[in-house]
């Protein structure tokens, strides 16, 4: 069966005043409208979020959907898996679309992260990582992938300087994404390099802000005017702690889901025109580079260094910013992925569209590898 | 115990609601046996590194003694550490009543099946002699110089010279104590706050003959027990208590010259110096005998006169409104 994404709605990213209930509610009709088709036409909603219990207060979002929306009464489910709640959402929304009678899905991410201190929220984000080896041992989770940093560099010998240079290319991006959490921000390297180290080597700026904000999107089995192609998706998950793992510079999820994802679309990595990817941190995104195999493992550095990954070049990631520069709320990190896929592929990515932009690949993570889900799109000739 | 090497590390400068202690250094070490093992500990440790402390951390067997509020608390972090404990009371009744105590605390901070192996691990006992078998001790009797210095001199004899000895005294000199046993360099101060569970400071404190080596012992056994060790001088009231009980007492001092209700004072308190309890409700949680003989030992070796305890503590001591643990203090309590 043939799928489509048909359309893209998203908030601001940033620090917000509004609550996780006005944020779905401006990400879904900003995304229906795009789709130009009207809420009772959607059979199944999927409600992606990680923290809104702790942090919020609010759990049972299923419901809170029809909350928002009086007029729907259908069914609902919210998917939790970290910072790939999002990924993993449109992977079983993707999934609900071979039941009987469903023909579009609704995938909505949303995340209110701030109103809580910077102790209290980086708590409950180590709650993606294992409680006994990982929380209990103060491995939060820009420890966790500081540790990943550190390997990478004593084995490839990427080098502080390479993570500076992928910060400064999401800002840059960001800058020319009008909803980007970091839109107004100009970064410049000596800035990257100057600011305070958070867990050695990662430095603040190699840090993915605590953003709020909502995405969505349409899926769906009709193919419209406003369609690109769902060509594949694929969930993949592994240890939540890196202890129980064989590597420590690779994520083997996020490459069996892209591989996976690539052999369901009948793609290699080399038929693709742009990618988002997971950069939580900056290390995470060279790795992202290895995993979806854009290198040899080792290869990340030299990406960077050559341009190659930037707007204009060969290669671009993370067109909108990533989370470095677009923002990480964490809920909707995976779906604004796949709103920009749609932009980008519909040649309505404005300042920072990737020329001739026929296939995307979103890769998004969850902790520090525990899920992978990878997502790929393409145009419709 | 097994090598520990580190096989990757990070320098963590981000503190969170469980790890309030940053900067730390957290990451993964290979055990002797080659499995990956996650650690955190407050020193440095690069790839490469052994992680020494823990396998030089000789402690199995901790000694308590004394039964009050105190010696209960250690007694039940330490059981719930992982650490076997030999409690000392003067008397099998009140051994009885502390176990208990210990056993309920253990079921409300652990898991059933871990509340349960933890106290297992706690053994009682009356007499001295059955602490030999403990490579640490912490002594936490009642706030007495002479039934310290008694018990100190018991323990001197008991507990062979490997054996650290530390008291948790808020306010009597250690070095006093330490001039009761034949090796005075296995003696430190080891001030836990109440209650001892959630309060993440340890004083550590180094009398002027303490051993490097009883020093180290005393602050890796607190980072062991979840704790935030600062070590001090061997000065009156140490940091915490030099600077709370002079408040104590001129909080006391507002009531007695009626300016405000315990209540007012207590309320002003907390909403204007953002402290989470009031002066005066926290003087009935740590006992009225306590904050007193505190007061006269830091009025005895200071010789400052704001020191000496206000003419309404002394009344409520003379007619035993000590506070929680009598029912009656600032506040009246109902009998558990």
Redesign the interface.
């Known amino acids: 069966m043939d799928l489509f994404a048909n359309g893209a709605g998203k908030t601001k990213f940033g620090v917000l005043d509004a609550s996780l209930f006005e944020l779905m509610r401006e990400a879904t009709v900003a995304c229906l409208q795009d789709a130009e088709t009207p809420l009772e036409r959607v059979d199944a909603v999927v409600v992606a979020n990680f923290l809104a219990g702790p942090q919020a207060s609010q759990l049972h979002l299923n419901s809170l959907f029809s909350s928002v929306f009086r007029e729907y009464c259908g069914s609902s489910f919210r998917v939790e898996a970290a910072c790939a709640s999002g990924g993993a959402a449109i992977h079983a929304a993707a999934g609900l679309l071979h039941s009987p009678g469903v023909e579009n899905v609704l995938v909505v991410g949303v995340e209110k992260l701030s109103g809580k201190s910077t102790e209290e929220t980086t708590a409950n984000i180590a709650m993606a990582g294992d409680r006994e080896l990982d929380q209990k041992n103060g491995i939060i989770f820009p420890a966790a992938y500081a540790l990943i940093a550190q390997q990478h560099s004593k084995e490839f010998g990427t080098t502080l300087e390479d993570l500076a240079l992928v910060s400064l290319k999401n800002h840059a991006n960001a800058n020319l994404n009008p909803t980007a959490h970091f839109h107004d921000k100009k970064v410049t390297l000596e800035e990257i390099r100057e600011s305070q180290e958070v867990c050695s080597p990662l430095r603040l700026y190699d840090c993915s802000p605590l953003s709020d904000g909502a995405a969505a999107v349409l899926l769906s089995r009709n193919k419209t005017s406003r369609s690109v192609n769902l060509a594949a998706s694929s969930l993949r998950t592994d240890s939540l702690s890196l202890c129980q793992r064989a590597t420590l510079t690779s994520l083997p999820a996020a490459k069996a889901a892209a591989s996976d994802a690539l052999a369901k679309a009948k793609l290699s990595i080399t038929d693709v025109d742009a990618f988002e990817v997971h950069d939580c941190f900056t290390i995470a995104e060279l790795v992202a580079y290895e995993d979806l195999g854009l290198c040899k493992p080792g290869g990340a550095a030299a990406l960077i260094r050559n341009g190659e990954t930037t707007l204009s070049g060969s290669r671009p990631v993370n067109p909108d910013g990533g989370l470095k520069a677009d923002g990480h709320p964490i809920g909707a990190s995976g779906v604004a992925q796949a709103c920009e896929a749609l932009l980008q592929l519909r040649g309505e990515a404005g300042k920072r569209q990737v020329d001739g932009c026929k296939t995307m690949l979103c890769h998004n993570v969850g902790g520090v590898g525990g899920t992978a889900a990878v997502t790929i799109l393409t145009a419709i000739n | 115990m097994a090598s520990r090497t580190v ?14 202690d940053a900067p ?1 250094t ?3 070490c290979r055990t002797g046996g080659g499995k ?5 500990t407050k020193q440095t440790a690069q ?1 490469g590194d052994e992680l020494l402390e823990k396998p030089s951390f000789d402690i199995t067997t901790i000694g308590v003694v004394g039964t009050g509020q105190m010696g209960v608390g250690i007694a039940a972090l330490c059981a719930a550490k992982g650490f076997n404990v030999v409690l000392k009371s003067r008397r099998e009744e009140t051994a009885r009543s502390a176990l208990e105590a210990i056993s309920r605390q253990l079921r409300k901070t652990l898991g059933t099946q871990q509340a349960a192996n933890a106290i297992a691990r706690v053994s009682t006992t009356t007499r001295f002699q059955d602490l030999k078998c403990a490579q640490f001790v912490v002594e936490s009797i009642v706030e007495d110089e002479a039934a310290k210095r008694e018990a100190f001199r018991q323990l001197g004899e008991n507990t062979p010279p490997t054996t650290v000895i530390a008291t948790n005294t808020s306010s009597i000199q250690v070095g006093k104590l330490a001039a009761e046993t034949a090796h005075p360099n296995r003696v430190v101060g080891m001030h836990f706050f109440n209650p001892v569970h959630a309060m993440q400071l340890v004083e550590i404190v180094r009398p002027q003959d303490a051993s490097g080596e009883a020093v180290a012992k005393a602050g890796a056994l607190a980072e062991a027990l979840g704790k935030t060790a600062i070590t001090v001088k061997d000065s009156p009231g140490f940091i915490v208590n030099r600077l709370l009980l002079p408040q104590l007492n001129d909080a006391a001092r507002l009531v007695q010259e009626g300016v405000a209700s315990a209540e007012e004072v207590d309320e002003a308190v907390r909403l204007g110096l953002n402290h989470p309890m009031g002066p005066l409700r926290l003087i009935d949680l740590i006992g009225v005998d306590t904050a007193v003989e505190v007061l006269r030992q830091l009025h005895a070796q200071t010789g400052e006169k704001h020191f000496a305890p206000c003419k309404l503590l002394e009344k409520m001591l003379a007619e035993g409104k000590l506070g929680r643990k009598a029912g009656e203090g600032f506040y009246t309590y109902k009998r558990k």
């Open positions: 096989v990757a590390s990070t320098r963590v400068h981000a503190a969170s609601r469980e790890h309030p730390y957290s990451g993964i990956l093992s996650p650690f955190k790839p």
